[in-house]
């Protein structure tokens, strides 16, 4: 009998006359092993938890060939709590809750807590595939948000390519996605152009010349072992949890997973604040923040 191991021996054969095998062998066992999970996971009230490490790079761009190495390394330090994050992600059939293992966001160098960060980092996020709805709740400078929108669509390309992490077999999956759907809870004074307009004041809005929208490239393993839809953040839609991925600057991997847990959680979404969507959430985000732009140059004059 062919069992899942001999099939990723099997893909591992790379000459030229294996790669219809491969590819057909893909679509077969992919279905067989995730009708075979299916039946474990619909035989009880199953529920997971996957704990990923996120991390990401920045770009000094021209002001940081400036810098002298010392001066890099200390801005990277400073900055360590914004890059290197923790999440935790509970899942079950068709609901799941990403929320961040949170801990004092603290500028190591001075010791001040960084309160400009924390209105743009992501807020607890509930997801529903059955429904294909989304609840997450945000903090913007003391004001409390629900924003309830649709689950983000991702049109992914699945390959055959494979690669373990941990006790899992995953399978790499690529799409492509504007960038501010992916980060719509953040800011960045480049988008001001793909806003409508910019509000300088409560009678006068001025027209702004629309720019091209900006894609960010992913990349996804999934496993199909754990044949939910779930992924952390705004991933979702593969057949199986997805372990790790990469956008832009960020890479996010799973490195733990804790099945039946001992005390399961109640999954559900958000209840408290000012119900918003998305695209209404980035324009309050945006007019704000021109307001407070406003109000500085006002009184440097």
Known sequence: MLTFNNYIFLLNINNAKTLILKSLLLKIFSIAFILSANLNLNAQDFQGKAYYFSKSTMDLGRWGARLSEAQKKQIKARMKNRLEKSYVLTFNKEESFFKEDEKLDVDAMSGATNSWGKNFRQGDQYKNVKTNSQVQKQEFYGKLFLVKDSLQPIEWTMGDETKQIGNYTCFKATASVATEDLDWYNFSWDRLGNNNYEKKSDST??????????????????????????????????????LEVSAGNTTMLCTKIVMNPDEKEK?????????????????????KMIEFRNNRMRRRS
């Open 205 to 242: 809005k001025v027209e702004t010349k629309q720019k091209e929208i900006q894609m960010t490239d992913i990349e996804a393993w999934y496993t199909p072992q754990l044949p939910v839809m779930h992924g952390p953040s705004e991933y979702w839609g593969l057949p199986g949890l997805i």
């Open 267 to 287: 999954i559900e979404a958000p209840n408290k604040g000012k119900e918003i969507t998305k695209k209404e959430y980035q324009k309050t985000i945006v007019q």
